[in-house]
């Protein structure tokens, strides 16, 4: 499973349809059931699991399935120590081992997609949706003909349709993949930014705590900071968030209960499971969320759903944007009308003409899947290269420079393997450490790792730099 606070949900459902109760595996469980289920699990008496990415490491003895649900979901990803994709060493793991292994998604990965189309994988495709309902219909916003009032976020054509939909007590989610408040917080009399003194990035306004967070390194401070002539700052916001998003459905909609669905407010919430609950009954009419809400929760009321912002370029630059984007909104429009037929999701976008929003109202996924392939194969991009991504990271900026300079310059130039960089990473500076990039882009035929390794090997590398090696990067910050 790809998300923590999912585990409970599934493990009930396990109960119903297998009347077996797995063994839960994740971060958050304590040592000493840790303990007892590695135990069990090495013992082969605990023959089920759910489990988190690093389940894969449990000592089996005898697996005979691995189950990947969400498998185009990117936390499968460990980015921080040692890298590695939970999914693909389960693949590798069940090919070794040779047994079989499922991988679930409505949304399939590219390269999951390419490699069914490829044969390599078999194809088996669920023709009718759970309950035999239809997907959501999908209405696209366009914020330029109907745009939001000065300083707000939600079109005003949208309003009056929304309100009728509350009053029909329907459930509502307004979803927006940013947390916090407003992610640029800045003094006009001083001319003070709160950035992160430990990263390159801005600090967060977090309304419910009153605090400035770095969300790379946790960093927090308060907003009363000293201006000019000792009077204190007087800080404005910009830059939209969740909890903003939150206050102004608050003023659309005083007299109704609101949720903020984000991993800020629920994965670290003792009452996330009540909060759950309630939303399953229908207890809770407008829920704000994060992406948190798309992975694979079963919220039977929630028929409608409005994205505060739709476009790709939202997400940032990123070679799979696109993938990732039309994943997401698709998830999501899958949260809609789970129960019902009537369900409606709003796009909000500048970009009206976008084909990601329209191969949403496509029935057909396959039309961007196919268009998302030619574009990689144009660019050639991964399925059709292979990517590795060496982070070069210290305090000192001056020598990180020079060894990823030198890294290049050490690097024998050949015909299939390109190498781009080094640049300074988009985010410079994360926890006091500089970091730069390097790019390597070759042939999938080929398998590189001993040249990388002799590579990096001749430069040897003093103890104050970390020298990072990403297999098949997801993240490029
Ligand atoms: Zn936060
Ligand atoms: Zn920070
Ligand atoms: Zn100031």
Same mark, same amino acid.
């Given at each position: 499973?790809?998300?923590?606070?999912?585990?409970?949900?599934?493990?009930?459902?396990?109960?119903?349809?297998?009347?077996?109760?797995?063994?839960?595996?994740?971060?958050?469980?304590?040592?000493?059931?840790?303990?007892?289920?590695?135990?069990?699990?090495?013992?082969?008496?605990?023959?089920?699991?759910?489990?988190?990415?690093?389940?894969?490491?449990?000592?089996?003895?005898?697996?005979?399935?691995?189950?990947?649900?969400?498998?185009?979901? *990117?936390?499968? $990803?460990?980015?921080?120590? #040692? &890298?590695?994709?939970? +999914?693909?060493?389960? %693949?590798?793991?069940?090919? /070794? @081992?040779?047994?079989?292994?499922?991988?679930?998604?409505?949304?399939?990965?590219?390269?999951?997609?390419?490699? *069914?189309?490829? $044969?390599?994988?078999?194809? #088996? &495709?669920?023709?009718? +949706?759970?309950?035999? %309902?239809?997907?959501?219909? /999908? @209405?696209?916003?366009?914020?330029?003909?109907?745009?939001?009032?000065?300083?707000?976020?939600?079109?005003?054509?949208?309003?009056? $349709?929304?309100?009728?939909?509350?009053?029909?007590?329907?459930?509502?989610?307004?979803?927006?993949?940013?947390?916090?408040?407003?992610?640029?917080?800045?003094?006009?009399?001083?001319?003070?930014?709160?950035?992160?003194?430990?990263?390159?990035?801005?600090?967060?306004?977090?309304?419910?705590?009153?605090?400035?967070?770095?969300?790379?390194?946790?960093?927090?401070?308060?907003?009363?900071?000293?201006?000019?002539?000792?009077?204190?700052?007087?800080?404005?916001?910009?830059?939209?968030?969740?909890?903003?998003?939150?206050?102004?459905?608050?003023?659309?909609?005083?007299?109704?209960?609101?949720?903020?669905?984000?991993?800020?407010?629920?994965?670290?919430?003792?009452?996330?499971?009540?909060?759950?609950?309630?939303?399953?009954?229908?207890?809770?009419?407008?829920?704000?969320?994060?992406?948190?809400?798309?992975?694979?929760?079963?919220?039977?009321?929630?028929?409608?759903?409005?994205?505060?912002?739709?476009?790709?370029?939202?997400?940032?630059?990123?070679?799979?944007?696109?993938?990732?984007?039309?994943?997401?909104?698709?998830?999501?429009?899958?949260?809609?009308?789970?129960?019902?037929?009537?369900?409606?999701?709003?796009?909000?976008?500048?970009?009206?003409?976008?084909?990601?929003?329209?191969?949403?109202?496509?029935?057909?996924?396959?039309?961007?899947?196919?268009?998302?392939?030619?574009?990689?194969?144009?660019?050639?991009?991964?399925?059709?290269?292979?990517?590795?991504?060496?982070?070069?990271?210290?305090?000192?900026?001056?020598?990180?420079?020079?060894?990823?300079?030198?890294?290049?310059?050490?690097?024998?130039?050949?015909?299939?393997?390109?190498?781009?960089?080094?640049?300074?990473?988009?985010?410079?500076?994360?926890?006091?450490?500089?970091?730069?990039?390097?790019?390597?882009?070759?042939?999938?035929?080929?398998?590189?790792?001993?040249?990388?390794?002799?590579?990096?090997?001749?430069?040897?590398?003093?103890?104050?730099?970390?020298?990072?090696?990403?297999?098949?990067?997801?993240?490029?910050?």
């Amino acid at each position: 499973m790809p998300e923590i606070a999912l585990t409970k949900q599934i493990a009930e459902r396990f109960k119903d349809y297998f009347d077996a109760e797995p063994a839960l595996w994740h971060s958050s469980i304590g040592e000493k059931k840790k303990k007892n289920i590695w135990k069990g699990v090495s013992e082969n008496k605990i023959k089920l699991v759910l489990g988190a990415r690093s389940s894969i490491f449990l000592p089996f003895q005898n697996l005979k399935l691995i189950v990947i649900d969400e498998e185009h979901d *990117s936390s499968y $990803k460990q980015e921080e120590g #040692v &890298s590695y994709n939970a +999914r693909d060493m389960s %693949i590798l793991r069940a090919s /070794i @081992e040779k047994f079989p292994i499922l991988l679930i998604s409505a949304t399939p990965s590219i390269e999951s997609y390419y490699n *069914s189309k490829n $044969k390599k994988y078999f194809y #088996v &495709s669920l023709t009718e +949706r759970y309950k035999n %309902i239809s997907l959501p219909n /999908i @209405e696209i916003v366009d914020l330029i003909n109907a745009p939001a009032d000065k300083g707000k976020f939600i079109s005003n054509q949208l309003i009056p $349709k929304l309100k009728k939909i509350i009053k029909e007590k329907q459930q509502v989610l307004f979803f927006l993949n940013r947390r916090g408040h407003s992610t640029y917080i800045m003094c006009y009399e001083c001319k003070k930014r709160l950035v992160c003194p430990n990263c390159s990035i801005g600090l967060v306004f977090h309304q419910t705590s009153k605090k400035a967070i770095c969300h790379y390194c946790d960093y927090k401070t308060s907003l009363t900071q000293k201006c000019t002539n000792n009077k204190d700052c007087e800080f404005t916001f910009y830059g939209l968030g969740i909890e903003r998003v939150f206050e102004e459905v608050q003023l659309i909609f005083p007299e109704i209960k609101i949720q903020i669905f984000s991993s800020d407010s629920i994965n670290n919430n003792k009452n996330s499971e009540q909060i759950i609950n309630d939303i399953e009954k229908n207890k809770i009419p407008i829920l704000v969320g994060t992406q948190l809400i798309s992975k694979g929760f079963h919220f039977p009321s929630l028929n409608y759903i409005v994205v505060i912002n739709s476009d790709t370029n939202f997400l940032g630059s990123d070679i799979r944007a696109s993938e990732k984007n039309f994943q997401l909104l698709q998830q999501l429009s899958g949260r809609a009308g789970r129960e019902e037929n009537k369900a409606k999701v709003f796009l909000q976008t500048n970009d009206p003409n976008n084909k990601i929003l329209h191969s949403l109202s496509n029935s057909d996924p396959k039309v961007f899947y196919e268009e998302e392939l030619l574009f990689r194969e144009r660019a050639y991009l991964p399925p059709f290269s292979k990517l590795v991504s060496i982070i070069v990271s210290g305090a000192n900026q001056f020598e990180v420079e020079k060894i990823s300079k030198k890294l290049k310059q050490s690097f024998l130039l050949q015909e299939k393997i390109k190498i781009y960089g080094p640049v300074t990473a988009p985010i410079f500076k994360i926890r006091g450490k500089y970091r730069m990039r390097l790019l390597l882009k070759y042939d999938v035929s080929l398998f590189p790792q001993k040249f990388i390794k002799n590579w990096l090997d001749m430069n040897i590398v003093s103890k104050n730099i970390k020298l990072e090696v990403d297999v098949d990067p997801v993240s490029f910050l």
